[in-house]
């Protein structure tokens, strides 16, 4: 393998062996045999199979629940209801200040159901037909109340959500950095937008949630064999709830289907279960199905921005901006208000922008309760920030292009800090436009628009310019809540060399496809000298045997630097010691021995002056009586790393929120057919610049699968409630996500801009920022700039919308003001 | 001939013979996996959109989701477990994987054997008829950039 | 979703009034009717199988007369369980003297709660449709033939 | 998932089918399953006995007589797409078999399932009705055939009565006709938000619309209007005002306006295939 040395600015040097190469990945051998191992395909002797009884109406009262016609169907071993839960756990734990902290969020609906797909009961029996069969006779008698579906409309608090809270406002809080008022007054131009929506969507992995739950009664202890993606945050919510201590909750997962954040939020469905099988003392099983997954689980955040105000010189610099930003987090907030702040991580997207005033309010409704989505609520903000860049463009006749680079933050500013203290730690945006505008061959753009015309369709061209902050600072979360005790980060790893020379690795983390047992054996064998097959990384996660630390999990795109992190952390501390091991078997000085191909020996020594690992594997764990007694290897080292923040300023609301920046420019050409307003993407680039990439492949891939998301989301997957509250998308037939022949080919392109402050000089960038849907809305604009000019007010634009865009392009027009000195 | 609620089938399954009583109302899926055990094929949906439950039935691929396990009496059926032999991956698993075309690898089930019905009925094909062939699979994390790149590549002996 | 109409009646006001009122002959003018209970004089239930090619919508409904101006006025609610989701319907009519026969003016406003809903959507429509056509035939039918008698 | 009771058989010839099915008014025929086995999954409507028609082997056939392309009820939409008779003769069939749901469904779907569902986002009932199809239907009381324009009846309707079993779908020789098919989907060939078929022969069309009512809808003043002449400017003229004629309803991907005005676009496509690949 040809090695490279990476030197970060903070001083980290690394050979780069098997790091930036593109090995097969550990995981897959088993996945295409299907010997995978998911939730679902766990058995135990004796199972109860659950199934939910679930709410009809998005907001009513529970009259009653009346289980005695499903307790005497044959077959059935019992049922819970919402007055068990209530009087067997307590309400979930609040992050926010009141009026949100008041709210009481329990694992089945108490005397209410507030959206529709609500549980409000479970049934268990012998089979999956037959719980379902059972769940059928449990008759609840309902009262209807108004229902909620709009944010706006809920903040008015006619209709109240939550009595114990007393408004359906979670949170609400200025956010004010710079002086926007004084930058609107300076500006040469003021451009207002009234209305902008960014819809509710989520990227439904394609394995449901469910979980399979023991209980051992001599022990009081659970194990949940699940697919929770954040186990760690899991147990926070549901140990205090099911009042038991945190070690009474071991989760196992091993392959998961997907998670993309939508599985963050499964604890209300978990303590049912517990308590399930504590009640009938028996394993039980849960495992939910598509319709269940759309209605009732995890959507992402809706977010509506109001009057928004941009000030922008003569020259195209703008210089700030000031908006309402209304948060729709439907009936719990469960995770939020946490959306309330981390889009503060990519305050001014990828722009010099130094005035920016945020109103934010998030309001509960009677929809599903939202939970963390790729992109998770950055996505919304930058939305926001590309829609501002295209709206100001072509209302002031600016180039689209030459407008972005005027106002992105240059590479030369690097680090930069924004206005409200967060750090842009490398990037070079304007390179990587540039690179995408190569690839999607924008000089011949007038010829693409003619061609397009003459088959009777119209081009547009769009870009998005989108920021993946990862590695977040649970500080934050007391910019929300000043009482919350949460701050930093970390991720543990434990790395062991064991008795026959096996390098094994355990991690923190879950992964849900993100290859982590391949990446973590390439940093390991770099490090100890030997190759990556060496090394053995045990999949999936057991919180009772992988190590972890209080933030591990698999989210907010960092792997790359707090997985590996701490991967590396553990490897040198065992090669550090091998080596010292080494040095004393060999008599020989540390600073003669090397590790390599599998050997520690002796630099330019003679060929038996080398110990294979087994030899160092057996010595300490099995042949140990010749070590002296000052001298006590252990070759198994658990590393937690903690990456460095410092304090926030809750006054100012400012701090470093985030750690590292990847960045995501997408470039794209759309047409669209003006008689039916169908959007065909006919040219698509990706460039991501996440520093190091440790496995190009497997980046790539990560590329890929967020712009599907992307793509998905701008053109078709929508969550959509009538007048009652009734999910009109609860389904992949009216849910359409993108197949094969949906997808155009996509090309990628690489800038890499080495993080200063990782420690692998990589940057995790997993999730992207959405550059999909905003390069999508941009082109889909630029489209119809020929047809009345409509403004693209909705981040969502299925046929329907562009053609009714197509027929009113007025009403949309009206959106928009320019005021110009 | 009298309508029955349930019956024994007998099913010939990546060559073997499993006989089971079943219920009419059981889909073949779940018996698939929860009868036989054989967990690799896999449930996306509830509605046959998904295709991650897709095996190979009398030689055709088809949802096992959307049809009833007693419809399969007498059927031949071959699941992804009866993909590779000995262990030995075959050149289409390979090529999966030589091009990352998985990522959680929960659709990667269905998907090959989607590819693999359209690899016996047409060992060469094109970019097109690759993805109308998959259309059928959704997947969720790759984009099906790579898995359209991994079947080509086997059409073409490039794996 | 809101239906309404006007049908015209070949039987007077008093006949096709208690054809409506009666709920034996108001069992016969719904589709698939396989059982039917009177609880009391406003309050009445059913146990139906729409028929659909693809097999019966089963559900049991609960009726109850929220008004009632005799002979010209009747307001019903209906509420349908069953089928994983809940119908409501909320009915009028008004009977007007035309003739020899009678007019009548019907509105029916029907809700569905809960993911079948949905899923019926763009089905909805259509079949409540179809379904009040067959309603309004039969009961076209059974007021000629009391008319006759 | 996980359906309701249900009974079920696999009776080897049609009189045995017939009989189960005449004697419980709950038997359904089940046919490929790829629409009835997921109502069942959302325990929407309900069967009480399943008549599966695998074991019907002479309902799977396709041939071509004097009177016209005869398709067995159980023919698969793989078969029509891949069948030398349908290319030769009706091979809008063919195409538009292709483009229905996907390689899995279109292996187990059927010609008869499709009809006799009857869900108004299906292809194949207005595309049947444009190319003047005849139903042939079985029953205790014998055989009767039943025109395309008069088969459907609503929603999940048919005039295949409880009891009785489709066997056959008869579409007319070509004749010269060409024949059209265009929809706006939800997705690349995906669930059809509007369609529209055409058949144009001897200078007549017969143009029906789909998704825009409980059956398909004959545009019987478009046809009347174009006259015999078929220039794109007059298709597009005679188009003019379909949409008013129609009562759509509205859903989550088209408002009822969005409807009638693809209509109007839909049918102008599928005439002007269907004018462009008849033999003038």
Known sequence: MSTTTITTESGTVLEKGAIGQSIPRKEDRRLVQGQGVFFDDIRRHGTGYVHFVRSPYAHAKIVSIDVSAALALDGVYGTITGDEVAIHTDPFFEMSTPPGANIKDYALAVGKVRFQGEPVAAVCATTRELARDAAELVEVEYEPLPALVDAEEAAKDEVVLHEEAGSNIV??????????????????????????????????????????????????????????????????????????????????????????????????????????????????????????????????????????????????????????????????????????????????????????????????????????????????????????????????????????????????????????????????????????????????????????????????????????????????????????????????????????????????????????????????????????????????????????????????????????????????????????????????????????????????????????????????????????????????????????????????????????????????????????????????????????????????????????????????????????????????????????????????????????????????????????????????????????????????????????????????????????? | MEPVASETISVEINGELYEREVDARRLLVHFIRDDVDLTGTHIGCDTGNCGACTVQLDGQAIKSCMMLAVQADGASIRTVEGLAADGELNALQQSFSDHHALQCGYCTPGMLMSASHLLEQNPHPTEEEIRKALQGNICRCTGYVNIVEAVKAVGEGRS | MRVEGVKELSGGREVVWEVLNDPASMAKLMPGVESFEVTDDTHWSANVKVPLGLGGLKMKMNFEKTEEREPEFARLVAKGTGVGAIMNMDTAFTLTEAGSGTSMKWEADVKIAGPVGSMGQRVLQPIINQQVENVLTALEKQVSEAAAQ | MLLREVEYARPSSLEEALRILGGNDGARALAGGQTLINVMKSRAASPDVLVDLAGLGELTKISTGAGGLELGAMVTYTQLASSSEVDVTRPILGVVAATIADVQVRNRGTIGGNICSNDPTNHLPPLLVALDATMTIVGPGGERTVSADDFFLGVYMTAVATGELLTKVTVPPPGGAGDGFAALTIGTDGTCIVSAAASVADGAARIAIGCVSGTPVRAAEMEAKLGGDFGEASVREAAKGLGTTLDPPGDVHASADYRRHLAEVMAVRAVLQAAGRARS
């Open chain 1, 171 to 821: 949170w609400s809080g200025v956010f004010d950095w710079g002086d926007v008022d004084q930058a609107l007054a300076e500006a040469d131009h003021v451009v207002k937008i009234k209305r902008l929506h960014f819809h509710r969507f989520s990227s439904t992995p394609l394995e449901c949630s469910g979980a399979l739950v023991e209980y051992q009664k001599g022990t009081g202890q659970w194990t949940l064999y699940c697919n929770h993606q954040m186990p760690g945050v899991g147990a926070i919510w549901m140990a205090p709830a099911l009042r038991c201590g945190i070690d009474k909750l071991r989760f196992v997962t091993q392959d998961i289907g997907g998670a993309f954040g939508n599985k963050i939020c499964l604890h209300p469905y978990y303590v049912v279960l517990c308590l399930l099988a504590r009640k009938l003392g028996r394993p039980v099983q849960w495992t939910e199905w598509r319709t269940d997954q759309h209605t009732a689980n995890a959507h992402g955040n809706e977010r509506t921005f109001l009057d928004v105000e941009v000030a922008v010189k003569a020259d195209g610099e703008m210089t700030g901006f000031k908006v309402k930003a209304v948060d729709d987090c439907g009936a719990f907030p469960r995770y939020e208000p946490l959306g309330c702040i981390i889009w503060a991580q990519v305050t001014p997207g990828c722009y010099g922008w130094r005035n920016i005033r945020v109103d934010f309010t998030q309001a509960c409704t009677n929809k599903a309760p939202v939970s963390p989505n790729r992109g998770y609520s950055r996505m919304q903000h930058l939305w926001l920030t590309e829609r501002v860049v295209d709206i100001v463009a072509a209302e002031l006749g600016l180039d689209p292009v030459e407008v972005r680079k005027r106002n992105y933050v240059k590479a030369e500013q690097m680090p930069y800090e924004t206005p409200n203290g967060c750090v842009y730690d490398s990037g070079d945006y304007a390179r990587s436009l540039d690179i995408a505008l190569e690839l999607i061959g924008y000089d011949r753009l007038d010829e693409r628009r003619k061609d397009a015309a003459a088959r009777g369709k119209l081009l547009g061209f769009g870009i998005g310019s989108t920021l993946d902050s990862g590695t977040n600072n649970f500080g934050q979360s007391q910019l929300l809540n000043p009482e919350l005790q949460f701050s930093g980060n970390n991720e543990a790893a434990m790395v062991k060399l064991d008795i026959f020379g096996e390098v094994v690795v355990t991690l923190g983390t879950v992964p849900q496809g993100q290859g982590h047992e391949t990446t973590a054996s390439q940093v390991v064998s770099d490090i100890i000298g030997c190759s990556p097959e060496q090394v053995h990384v045990r999949p999936g996660h057991d919180s009772f045997f992988n190590s972890s630390a209080g933030f591990s999990g698999t989210y907010a795109s960092q792997f790359a630097v707090t997985g590996l992190g701490a991967v590396k952390g553990a490897a040198e501390l065992l090669r550090d010691e091998m080596i010292k091991l080494a040095a004393f078997v060999l008599q020989a000085p540390e600073e003669a021995i090397e590790l390599a191909d599998g050997f520690a020996r002796i630099k330019d020594g003679p060929e038996e002056a080398a110990l294979p690992f087994m030899a160092l594997g057996a010595i300490v764990n099995a042949n140990n009586a010749f070590l002296p007694p000052d001298f006590n290897p252990t070759l198994n080292h658990r590393y937690v790393y903690r990456p460095y923040f410092g304090v926030v300023d809750v006054e100012k609301k400012m701090g470093k929120l985030t750690l590292t920046y990847a960045s995501q420019i997408h470039a794209c050409l759309v047409e669209i057919d003006p008689e039916t307003g169908q959007t065909e993407i006919v040219d698509y680039a990706a460039v991501d610049d996440c520093g190091v990439r440790v496995h190009p492949q497997i980046v790539e891939g990560q590329v890929h699968g967020a712009t599907a998301h992307a793509i998905g989301a701008a053109l078709h997957e929508d969550f959509v409630y009538d007048e009652d509250g009734t999910l009109l998308t609860p389904n992949f037939y009216d849910y359409h996500v993108p197949h094969t022949m949906d997808m155009p080919p996509l090309k990628t392109g690489y800038v890499e801009s080495p993080s200063p402050v990782s420690p692998l000089g990589a940057k995790g960038m997993g999730e992207g920022g959405g550059g999909g849907i905003h390069a999508i809305c941009s082109a889909i604009q630029d489209a119809l700039r020929s047809e009345g000019a409509p403004i693209v007010y909705d981040s969502c634009n299925p046929s329907h919308r562009v053609w009714s865009m197509l027929q009113d392009a007025e009403q949309t027009r009206a959106l928009v003001e320019v005021t110009s000195k």
